[in-house]
């Protein structure tokens, strides 16, 4: 690791003869392997990076949302979450607010409530929707009210008891779920010195392990990965990538030159591609019928526009471990260019442009004659308006006023 | 031997059991039990093998155990692991010649050692995997059996493709994927149909409307096959009953969304093809867009059909009885285009028909954004200004209750295309209804109600500008000082925009025309100030920047002869 730099490079031939260093460029670069180390980060260190950051967004009314991805135990939940004697991120920040929390977990597209009290169904599924007033919710999701950071430190302790995990050959405690804790606060304001109130929400989420495989899973939309899905049933996942992809590229040369959007494929399938009516230049627009994964659906509004959105990637120190690093790093390094940001489209309105140069072009002849009709003696400067006046009426074409008539004569320019 | 080897096959049985089967209700704190299992049984198959076969058969029995074996370690994320088995096998095959016995195996390994080099990103090991698979295929193709092996090369391949952006040769795989999915009718009718549809989107991007309507009228016809949508009674009763009523009727919705897009395409590149350079239609241009037509028609459909038919014999007809329903040429004149219209009008309903504003918010705006263009495509062909004109105001009327009902915070983005839609509509109004105006008067006179028409246009098409603008505002209400890039062009548009219409304004009182133009002074100059200090946006907005520099320079004339002549009057 050199500053911000991440330098993966392997030097023995164990099981991928390739010698090469491979270099990222992140924002924030954190060595955690040896407390004693010098360089070593603490939890304290990267919530002074990072979580401070979340937390003044959120009071100016941004959504936020902090997103940890890699290999199962390359310390996604201890960067998060921590341990009693090293709390994560996820405390630290609780320990400022004061809110309505909720903590749910997304496991095979399915939506569970970690904090779900009572009688309910282990299995169900509750159910995503969208309202025009309350915007994306999760149905029958618990809201908790806290007051204090104990207070959510329990129910997020209570929630993770809840989470699913798995014990495989390869770990003890593999965790196979999206978790998404969300502290939403509201904010007395004063708009136009009325009082009105912001909602904003801070969401944490913890992604599952980078290298699962499972061929069932339909990878987030998050990130196009290059992994190769296995059944069938994945065809239309490569089919709307195609789509996708094509619909980036197949622009002509549009009046409207904002740059592309980023490389490769967005996060959303059509969400990104909202238009206004055809845009003026030429690019087509289409339908893909890929559903986003719920993950993506939930974050949705975190993903772009008015939010702000940090990923911290975590990898393992392990040189067995290569290839999932590797991975990892590439997952982080394309997210930065997901972000999700629906544009506006115009017209061309090439019928305007033309009328304003006409325009342009009598404005422009009228202050001709003005100036050749100018005296050219100074001593009449005095006199320049009410030649200015007699010139106006006479060659004012704009308005005249029929009294008589009763009715007024417009030309337009 | 026969009783171990009988022995070793019911093992082989249970292994794949336990792999396909019981694995499926595994535990989700345990989701490997099974396939734990079965590796079990696999390593004591391979153990027995190794003793007691014939040395001539066991290489490729044995090669077959670690195939298998290299498949269940992948399963259970043991990558690794599972490289080592898969090229054993691939080993143990190079010592056996290939025969219609073993020819399936050899294609399978490689499949799977391409997937499993893809998912390191090394799309070009993967390649060279999958496309020996493929030659050996071509090689040794003669049985059903290999089909679906074929089939799923063929897809890998399509994605291997795809990371290596050859998308034209990916495209071809997936089409062929799913061709052959219908040929050896393995498929589930409700995922090909959106595979399809998904695919069609694809072609209507490259402009090859012709492969995206087969597509798409593929899709209509075997999602039909998926069944009768349970009714609303039957899915109170079930929960899988209901699961399935959302899913149907959630697909179908896509489908049918997927075709709109084909229509609002197709009207769109027609209107390109026809416009003027101001956007009129060009009636010299259609003329000779008819007679090309006439002569290209029947070559084209020819050539290009042969090669890419969907269907079985029972489905050849109604696939083609649906495409005969809508146009995949360019309509040329308003009775084509509004033929395409009633098509995508009748798919907008459609959709919207499950896709509700409660619920799916997102979904039903975009449906009605289509609608939308859709009424702007059509309207370029209309001549009647007035129909033209009713066109628009269906835009508005659809779109604007919508814009105010939304919540301000959370469908943000929505809001800021709806806005700059109206302001842009109530734009395309106003010089509509002056242009009808002006035809009708002999003498240049507007009367009063004509001008307040006019006025009320105006107004409409800056206030939804200005509420774009105001839409960039911080929560205190501040406009940002430097605007991001995705809103730079449309914020400077805005301002432009604005600065025009309020010196378009129509008034008898000088006082009200002079404040129109000093705030279109101020638009405009907020243009210019703006490029000034952030010199890499001018880019962005070259000919807004060129026309707001000319009218900063003149619009302060205007003024001032407006200012003489109030104090001259007085």
């Known amino acids: 690791m050199n500053g911000n730099s991440f330098l993966d490079g392997r030097t023995d031939g164990a099981v991928d003869s390739r010698e090469r260093l491979q270099e990222f460029c992140f924002d924030y670069c954190y060595w955690s392997v040896d407390p004693a180390d010098p360089h070593h980060a603490s939890q304290e260190e990267v919530f002074q990076d990072l979580g401070v950051s979340v937390l003044a967004a959120a009071s100016e009314g941004y959504n936020v949302c902090v997103f940890a991805y890699g290999q199962t135990g390359s310390g996604k939940t201890h960067t998060m979450m921590g341990t009693p004697d090293s709390i994560g991120l996820t405390p630290r920040i609780c320990q400022v607010c004061q809110w309505i929390i909720i903590f749910l977990e997304i496991y095979n597209e399915r939506v569970r409530d970690l904090l779900r009290r009572g009688e309910q169904k282990k299995r169900a599924s509750l159910r995503v929707r969208e309202h025009p007033e309350k915007g994306p919710y999760v149905q029958d999701l618990s809201q908790h009210v806290v007051s204090d950071c104990k207070q959510a430190m329990d129910l997020l302790e209570e929630g993770i008891a809840n989470r699913i995990t798995a014990a495989t050959h390869n770990h003890d405690a593999s965790s196979r779920s999206h978790a998404i804790f969300t502290i939403q606060y509201t904010q007395a304001i004063l708009e136009n010195n009325l009082p009105s109130e912001t909602v904003s929400k801070i969401n944490l989420v913890d992604l599952a392990g980078s290298e699962r495989a499972d061929p069932h899973y339909c990878r987030d939309r998050l990130t196009e990965g290059s992994n190769i899905n296995k059944s069938l049933v994945t065809l239309g996942i490569v089919i709307s990538a195609l789509a996708q992809n094509s619909q980036m590229s197949s622009s002509c040369q549009s009046i409207n030159s904002m740059a592309s959007e980023g490389d490769g494929s967005t996060v959303g399938s059509h969400s990104s591609s909202l238009s206004g009516g055809g845009g003026g230049g030429g690019r087509r627009h289409c339908f893909i019928p890929y559903r986003d994964s719920v993950l993506t659906w939930l974050l949705k509004d975190s993903l772009g526009g008015n939010s702000k959105t940090i990923m911290i990637a975590t990898v393992s120190p392990s040189i067995n471990s290569y290839n999932e690093t590797l991975s990892t790093l590439r997952y982080a390094a394309h997210a930065r260019n997901i972000v999700n940001k629906p544009r506006v489209n115009e017209d061309a309105n090439v019928r305007l442009i033309r009328e304003l140069r006409e325009e342009i072009d009598r404005l422009k002849s009228m202050l001709l004659s003005f100036e050749m009709q100018r005296n050219p003696s100074p001593s009449l400067s005095d006199e320049r308006d009410g030649i200015l006046s007699d010139i106006v009426l006479q060659n004012e074409l704009k308005v005249t006023y029929n009294q008589r008539l009763g009715c007024k004569k417009i030309l337009i320019l | ?570």
């Open chain 2, 1 to 570: 031997m026969k009783q171990s080897w009988r022995a070793i096959c019911e093992k082989f049985t249970n292994a794949q059991n336990l792999t396909e089967v019981e694995s499926l209700h595994d535990p989700e704190n345990d989701p490997f039990r099974s396939k734990y299992k079965a590796r079990e049984l696999l390593r004591e198959i391979y153990c027995s093998l190794k003793k007691n076969s014939p040395a001539g058969l066991r290489v490729a029995k044995l090669g077959a155990v670690e195939y298998y074996l290299g498949v269940n370690h992948v399963d259970t994320e043991e990558l690794s692991a599972g490289q080592e088995h898969l090229m054993n096998c691939v080993k143990l095959l190079e010592k056996c010649r290939v025969s219609s016995d073993n020819v399936s195996l050899f294609i399978h390994v490689r499949n799977q050692l391409g997937i499993l080099w893809a998912g390191r990103d090394e799309t070009e090991e993967a390649q060279g995997f999958l496309e020996t698979a493929e030659s050996i295929y071509q090689r040794y193709m003669k049985e059903v059996r290999f089909e679906l092996a074929y089939t799923h090369s063929m897809y890998y391949l399509a994605q291997v493709y795809k990371n290596l952006g050859q998308t034209e040769r990916a495209a071809t795989y997936c089409h062929s994927t799913l061709q052959r999915q219908l040929q050896l009718n393995q498929y589930n009718p409700m995922e090909w149909a959106l595979n399809a549809a998904t695919l069609s989107q694809y072609y209507i991007t490259k402009g090859r409307y012709m492969e995206g309507r087969h597509c798409l009228a593929a899709a209509t016809v075997i999602s039909g096959l998926a069944g009768e949508v349970p009714s609303e009674a039957a899915a109170q009763e079930s929960e899988t009953e209901c699961e399935r009523r959302e899913q149907l009727r959630q697909k179908r919705a896509e489908i049918a969304r997927c075709w709109i897009k084909y229509c609002l395409n197709l009207l769109q590149d027609a209107k390109k093809l026809l416009e003027d350079n101001i956007g009129e239609l060009d009636t010299d241009r259609q003329e000779e867009l008819k007679n090309a037509r006439r002569l290209e028609e029947e070559e084209e459909e020819k050539g290009r059909k042969s090669a890419l038919l969907f269907g079985s014999e029972d489905t050849f007809d109604s696939i083609a009885s649906l495409e005969e329903k809508v146009h995949c040429l360019f309509p040329l004149d308003f009775t084509e285009a509004r033929a395409v219209f009633l098509v995508g009008q009748n798919y907008i309903t459609q959709a919207k028909d499950y896709f509700q504003m409660d619920g799916y918010v997102t979904d039903h705006i975009e449906i009605l954004q289509d609608h939308s263009a859709l009424f702007r495509a059509l309207a370029f062909f209309e001549e009647d200004l007035e129909r033209r004109c009713k066109m628009h105001k269906r835009r508005v009327d659809m779109l604007e209750p919508i814009c105010n009902e939304l919540n301000t915070q959370y469908y943000l983005m929505i809001r800021r295309q709806l806005m700059f839609e109206l302001a842009e509509t109530y734009n395309e109004m106003m010089d509509l209804k002056l242009t009808l105006a002006n035809r009708q008067a002999d003498t240049q006179s507007l009367d009063n109600h004509t001008i307040k028409k006019f006025n009320h246009l105006c107004s409409a098409s800056a206030k939804y500008f200005q509420m774009f603008l105001d839409s960039l505002c911080s929560p205190e209400g501040k406009f940002p000082e430097h605007l991001e890039e995705e809103v730079l062009r449309p914020a400077l548009v805005a301002r432009f925009r604005v600065a025009r219409l309020h010196s378009r304004l129509i008034s008898s009182s000088p006082p009200v025309q002079l404040d129109n133009l000093n705030r279109a002074l101020e638009n405009y100059k907020y243009v210019v100030q703006y490029c000034e200090a952030h010199p890499e946006a001018g880019a962005a907005v070259e000919t807004e920047l060129e026309l707001s520099t000319e009218m900063v320079g003149l619009l302060p004339l205007k003024i001032n002869r407006l200012k003489a002549r109030m104090a001259a009057n007085n």
